[in-house]
């Protein structure tokens, strides 16, 4: 049965170049040695379930790029993003119940990099 609650936060933080990182120092986030304050929105889901894995980002890729831009023109620098429900279409399960694989479709983890290299443009 897959009663497990499979939720997978992510915190993306665009830059103007790969070549930053932010990095924490005590209890605060910093870029180039200054403090950054995350200052975001949380984008629960475009399609319920349905926006990574199984061929299912090229659908919902237009839609969260303009969340992204929307975000960025507002001032915010970090978006909360949800990946795997309540395992409803991700993460694979087996006849036990146990996650074999991050997806059906093999997509799921190339859908997520293009969305880290999405949210650094």
Not at 90 to 109: E, I, S
Request: proline letters at 2%; one cysteine or more.
């Amino acid at each position: 049965m897959k009663n497990a609650c499979l939720v997978l936060l992510a915190a993306l933080v665009a830059v103007a170049s790969s070549q930053q990182r932010l990095t924490v120092s005590g209890n605060v986030f910093k870029l180039n040695n200054h403090h950054v304050f995350l200052s975001g929105a949380n984008l629960a889901w475009i399609n319920y379930a349905r926006d990574f894995g199984n061929g299912q980002w090229a659908r919902s890729k237009p839609k969260i790029e303009e969340q992204l831009r929307l975000l960025h023109q507002a001032g915010g620098n970090s978006m909360r993003l949800w990946i795997h429900i309540q395992g409803e279409t991700t993460p694979k399960f087996d006849n036990n119940g146990y996650v074999t694989a991050p997806d059906n479709g093999g997509t799921l983890l190339d859908d997520f990099k293009d969305l880290l290299d999405t949210a650094q443009k």
